[in-house]
């Protein structure tokens, strides 16, 4: 397995471009979620979901977007960028949050390699 | 929704000294506390965890404690080595059953130093 994958790992992009920051997981996870990490800051959830079709906001969504249209693929969208975006970008998946709780490696969140992302 | 508070944000400690990091949740019904190790550079990884029906966890050298009551729970490091040098995060999730429940929050990290 290759566990989570997540392309570019270094992206240098202008004001007001858009991009997207790819992620597959081949760990038949259902969910997935992406978190940004800035100084100081900690891991903080930009938007997650619990299966192909279901999407939700974290704790900081606004200029992201996301879709699930399956269950391997979670890509972030950076509409206009910003300075302010200027981040390391982590991809992350774990097992079925219905059983989570029945088997203790089913909590294990895995965090794929980072994205640094820098908005000049 | 659940908010998680981290300290201290930086520590150093002597090579073979004890480490103790404690992280503070909000919501009461979480019952999933993992910690996450990130060396420079490189990905968070999970060290341990636990569930709330559990107060003390142990790992090697590694050891969780939670007190459900004052919502808090500690991560304690014995006999630091240098390769214990990293950031640290806490965090806690809600059980099944919560529309957020899969969501697992982090704390603000804790950057350990062991001084030789």
């Known amino acids: 397995n290759a566990g989570v994958t997540q392309t570019p790992k270094f992206q240098v992009l202008k004001t007001g471009q858009s991009m997207t920051l790819q992620c597959a997981q081949d760990?038949?996870?259902?969910?997935m979620s992406w978190y940004r990490q800035d100084p100081g800051m900690g891991l903080r959830l930009i938007h997650y979901s619990v299966g192909a079709g279901i999407t939700d906001q974290g704790e900081v969504p606004n200029g992201y977007n996301v879709s699930r249209s399956t269950t391997e693929d979670f890509p972030l969208r950076l509409l206009s960028a910003a300075p302010s975006q200027t981040s390391v970008y982590f991809c992350a998946s774990r097992a079925s949050y219905r059983d989570t709780f029945q088997l203790i490696s089913g909590n294990t969140i895995y965090f794929g390699e980072g994205s640094w992302l820098t908005v000049v | 929704g659940e908010n998680v508070e981290q300290h201290p944000s930086t520590l150093s400690v002597q090579e073979g000294d004890s480490a103790v990091i404690k992280c503070t949740y909000s919501?009461?019904?979480?019952?999933?506390f993992p910690w996450y190790k990130q060396e420079l550079g490189k990905r968070p990884q999970l060290i341990i965890d636990i569930r709330s029906n559990v107060g003390e966890k142990k790992d090697q050298r590694i050891a969780v404690t939670l007190n459900k009551t004052a919502k808090h729970f500690s991560l304690h490091i014995t006999e630091t080595q240098p390769e214990d040098s990293a950031v640290y995060f806490c965090?806690?999730?809600?059980?099944?059953?919560?529309?957020?429940?899969?969501?697992?929050?982090f704390g603000s990290g804790t950057r350990l130093s062991i001084r030789p």
């Open positions: 965090a806690a999730s809600l059980p099944p059953g919560y529309s957020s429940a899969s969501k697992i929050i």
């Open positions: 919501d009461s019904a979480s019952n999933y």
């Open positions: 760990m038949n996870h259902e969910y």
